[in-house]
């Protein structure tokens, strides 16, 4: 339960704020049909949502009203949010079918970080179990801003459906994603992992929009690929057994 009286953290809190207005103003500007605003907007709660966690980390500020505060703040920039830009940008057309497939990602945004809410203390940062909702609505932003911006047209409707429908299923799903919260600055790293940071770095200046893209799809992919492969191995491993048994 949470102390009334024991007040909240100023700066965790102001970058969580910070979330939840460019949630909100994600919707103003879907509304308006800008479209490349709106879906900037919800970049740019991603940053304050992976900021407000560091740093309520670094400065030894987590509360319970701070993770109450970040949940409320996630359904709205990255379920409601990405579910009304996608459902104005292309899927208003589709009738019913159109706003059915944005809610049901906006369902399955809820029920992920209710689930998130109630595992984290048996996940203990190593991974997420399904797809995290802000790396969702980065996939769904950076379409928007790539197909808005680079090709100056709106992408075929039927495949923004087939995106939503895959993302709400990644997001309720088991597979798992790696969470990448114990990144510290302070540590030492290989060569190689140096060269990696600074060339993801210098593709994110040069390339913005192509870079958001391609991060967000190959994390979103990232996983199923990861789950196929241990999968494959369990199957192998089985199979191995089978015939040395049968052998003997």
Known sequence: MINARKGIHILPSLFTTGNVFCGFYSFIAALNEKY??????????IIFDILDGRIARMTKTTSAFGMQYDSLADVISFGMAPAFLCYAWVLRPFGSVGWMAAFLYLLCAALRLARFNATKSDIQGQCFIGLAT??????????????ENLFGS????GFIVAIV???AFLMV???KYPAFKKFEFRKRVSF????LVVLVLYILATIPKIALFVISFGYTILGPIKEWKSQKEKFNTSLDTVKHAENN
């Not at 802000?134 to 197909?147: D, Q």
């Not at 709106?154 to 409707?157: D, G």
């Not at 190689?192 to 060269?195: C, E, I, K, S």
């Open 192 to 195: 190689t992992r140096f060269l």
């Open 134 to 147: 802000p790396a969702a609505a980065a996939v769904l932003a950076s379409t928007i801003i790539a197909f």
């Open 36 to 45: 490349y605003l709106a879906a900037w907007a919800i970049v740019l709660a």
């Open 165 to 167: 429908y895959i993302l």
């Open 173 to 175: 799903s088991n597979i």
């Open 154 to 157: 709106r992408v075929n409707p």
